[in-house]
């Protein structure tokens, strides 16, 4: 590893502006990355917290730490937290905007003034979430899905989180306009569709799916406020309305919504895995074209949130069919990925123990989806704990671990300072046993019979309830030595190099931290993202 | 880096594009319950259907439509950069918009007056159809209002912007994409006026 000095003439300061409105009123794509950084990890922190309460809470039968009204507050503002705040945000608004302008050879994206109102959005509907917290009728207690009729009737300040989460969906769609069209009218000379690293394939795809899913939500979300605020009564049964349609709605966006979470943390996997395993990725194309097939398929099978719900036998048989469809793509990722680790020459930074992990959690977490995905088994385990181990898999296990993953791979590159390997690396190990002892325990339980969202659970279930809340505390544990390690070597850590993993993708061809403009001149394309005999040129 | 500022029209089009694809896909929620109403209650929909003010509507289909007019006339009036041409045929799109919600007005309170309006007491006595389709017809054409407004106030700010020089004929994308966001507020209008004027 190279011990170059960081360039005074970074993005941090070569404007010569640093203060804070220099940065909350900046344009430039890498601050806006660092901004949402910081706030949707931020938003994952407290959401960890509120995760370790209810854990507490869980520990033993009956009142532990709260009751059933805080309970139910409790795992709701960690949902929405968690989901709205964190994850559907974090993956484009972070990382995306921190590499994907470089790696396409760009300066910045197409509209960086519309980047930063999306930032500001985002803020704003963060503050609003909050505020609904501590106003009105006190936090939503209605779950993350705010499902009717209960999310019409309850006394708890419902409309002003929903608007909040409304803000921050106008946000998404903006990123994702913002994204979809910096791909297509700003990749450098010779960056032809073919030479795309896959990272910037997978935030394309999501930015279709942030796109074209998210009025949904918007309209949903609009309905809840018109059930609350004008009595519409459009899901009220008793005046003609049906709440299964809300379902529909609510569905409609948010299972695609799991594939704006899931997709760019594959792509963070299909960029480590190669670099680390000193191989060109196998079957690029492959890879490239399931993100988009996983992005128009996954969008026709909502329907397997609502089997209990009351849908015709045909239409379960169908969405059923459709979700087992959508599985294919995810596989062909993961056999590419295990592919691409055959006979290369393995090392197991931190960086790589995340991607690691991440495809063995979220192959866990894709194959349970099956198992809730085919409605005959799905009838056993609908709404048990069985379905919150699952999709902790998915979306902690498997998109949380790859934004770990980048956070150790590309964050030096904008610090120019590198966290230490040996902390990291047990850190991850915390982390990783911690993760499934956790999880793992919920689904034994699910299946067994435990059902989700109470605070309560009959005397049977009380030991594998303890494994579970212990392992809660060994990923804290995992947790806090990770932040303390990386924050630590990105502020006073040792220097890195312009390419410290030795990757080939074109963020690693520029100074660290780079400059402003990114590139002293326009690059011109000569190799693809995969190619390491020219890593470190364009 | 050197370079000269540029401005990529290709771009700004595609984007503005996917905006409006975005707020379709917005009404389509609003269109969907539509259609899962209507095979529900065939009945109460065509009788409700036939209740509302079929003049009102179709005057606002031609006040509208004519307004979409007027503003693909200001795009190609700014292409040959007759200003005040400009200015004029703007100033007519949003004269329409104000004239369209003023009729808007004058309905709504019409329909109120007779004690309908979601969650009132008589939808809650009638048939539930009845309150269904109302709660739809309000809210569908409250978010288009809402719209018009939107579009109104962004017309008239690049009506400033052509007035103060930043948009003229070489550059003026702008106006394009204020005229093509009218379009669609139009666009939306012709669906909704059949739906809830015409067709039942
Ligand atoms: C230390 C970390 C975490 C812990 C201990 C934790 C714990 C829990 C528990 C115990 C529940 C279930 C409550 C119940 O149904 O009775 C829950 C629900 C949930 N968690 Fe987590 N969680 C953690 C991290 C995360 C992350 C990283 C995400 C997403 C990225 C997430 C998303 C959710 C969601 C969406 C729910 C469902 C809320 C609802 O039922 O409305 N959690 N979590
Ligand atoms: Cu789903």
């Known amino acids: ?538 | 880096m050197n370079h000269a500022p540029h401005k990529d029209y290709g771009g700004a089009k595609l984007g503005m594009w996917l905006f409006l694809f975005t707020e379709l896909l917005l009404f389509s929620g609003l269109f969907l319950l539509y259609a899962t109403y209507l095979s529900r209650y065939p009945r109460e929909f065509t009788a409700a259907g036939r209740d509302m003010h079929v003049g009102f509507g179709t005057l606002n289909t031609v006040i509208l439509i004519t307004s979409s007019l007027l503003a693909a006339m200001a795009v190609t009036a700014i292409q040959r950069n007759e200003r005040r041409n400009v200015l004029l045929l703007l100033g007519g799109t949003i004269l329409c918009a104000v004239t369209f919600l003023c009729n808007k007005y004058l309905e709504w309170s019409a329909e109120i007056g007779n004690g309908i309006y979601p969650g009132s007491p008589r939808l809650a006595n009638g048939p539930p159809g009845e309150s269904v389709f109302y709660s739809l017809y309000y809210i569908t054409v409250g978010l288009h209002g809402l719209h018009v407004l939107v579009g109104a106030t962004l017309l008239a700010v690049v009506a400033v912007r052509v007035k103060r020089g930043t948009v003229h004929a070489g550059d003026f994308v702008l106006l394009e994409n204020g005229a093509l966001y009218w379009h669609l507020v139009d666009l939306i209008w012709i669906f909704i006026f059949p739906l809830y004027y015409l067709i039942l």
């Open chain 1, 1 to 538: 590893m190279a011990t170059v000095q960081p360039t005074p003439t970074s993005f941090w300061n070569d404007t010569g502006k640093t203060g804070i409105t220099s940065w909350i009123f900046s344009t430039d794509h890498k601050r806006i990355g660092l901004l949402y950084f910081y706030s949707t990890f931020g938003f994952f922190l407290v959401g960890v917290l509120l995760g370790l309460l209810l854990r507490i809470e869980l520990m033993a039968p009956g009142r532990t730490i709260m009751g059933p009204a805080t309970y139910n507050a409790t795992f709701t503002v960690h949902g929405v937290v968690m989901i709205f705040l964190f994850i559907i945000p974090g993956m484009p608004g972070a990382f995306g905007n921190l590499v994907m302008p470089i790696q396409i050879g760009a300066r910045d994206v197409a509209f960086p003034r519309l980047n930063l109102f999306s930032w500001w959005l985002y803020a704003i509907g963060a503050v609003i979430v909050l505020t609904s917290l501590f106003t009105g009728g006190g936090p939503p207690d209605t779950g993350w899905t705010f499902y009717v009729p209960f999310s019409a009737r309850t006394g708890t300040n419902v409309s002003l989180a929903v608007l909040g989460v409304f803000v921050i969906g106008f946000s998404s769609i903006l990123t994702g306009i913002n994204f979809v069209t910096t791909i297509h009218r700003l990749r450098a000379e010779g960056m032809t569709w073919g030479r795309l690293p896959l990272f910037v394939w997978s935030i394309y795809a999501t930015a279709w799916v942030q796109v074209l899913a998210t009025p949904i939500l918007g309209i949903t979300l609009v309905l809840i406020m018109a059930e609350r605020i004008l009595g519409a009564g459009l899901f009220d049964p008793g005046r003609g309305g049906d709440p299964v349609m809300y379902q529909h709605l609510f569905w409609i966006y948010s299972h695609p919504a799991v594939y704006i979470m899931i997709l760019p943390a594959m792509g963070v996997i299909s960029d480590v895995i190669p670099v680390f395993a000193r191989k060109p990725i196998f079957g690029y194309k492959m890879i490239a074209f399931s993100s988009l097939a996983i992005a128009a398929a996954g969008s026709l099978v909502w329907g397997h949130h609502m089997y209990t719900s009351g849908m015709s036998d045909t239409a379960i048989l169908v969405f059923s069919f459709l979700t087992f469809v959508v599985a294919i793509p995810s596989a062909i990722k993961v056999f590419n990925w295990v592919s691409t680790l055959y006979k290369g020459s393995i090392s197991l930074e931190a960086p790589m123990l995340f991607a690691l992990s991440f495809i063995l959690l979220f192959s866990i977490g894709g194959l349970t989806g099956l198992i809730l995905g085919a409605a005959a088994t799905d009838i056993h385990v609908h709404d048990t704990h069985f379905v919150v181990g699952h999709f902790h898999y998915v979306m902690f296990g498997g998109a949380g671990f790859a934004f770990f993953s980048a956070m150790h791979y590309w964050l030096p590159k904008f610090y120019g300072r590198k966290y230490a390997e040996k902390p990291a690396v047990i850190a991850w190990a915390f982390m990783f046993t911690g993760f499934n002892i956790l999880y793992f325990s919920m689904m034994v339980l699910g299946l067994k019979g435990m059902p989700r969202r109470y605070y309560d659970y009959l005397p049977e279930f009380a030991p594998l309830n303890l494994v579970s809340t212990i392992g809660s505390w060994i990923l804290a544990v995992g947790l806090i030595i990770m932040l303390v390690n990386l924050f630590r070597g990105l502020f006073w850590g040792e220097p890195v190099g312009s390419n410290p993993w030795g990757g080939a993708t074109l963020e690693w061809s520029i100074p660290t931290p780079p400059p402003t403009e990114n590139f002293d001149q326009e690059p011109v394309v000569t190799h693809g993202p995969y190619d390491f005999t020219k890593a470190g040129v364009p």
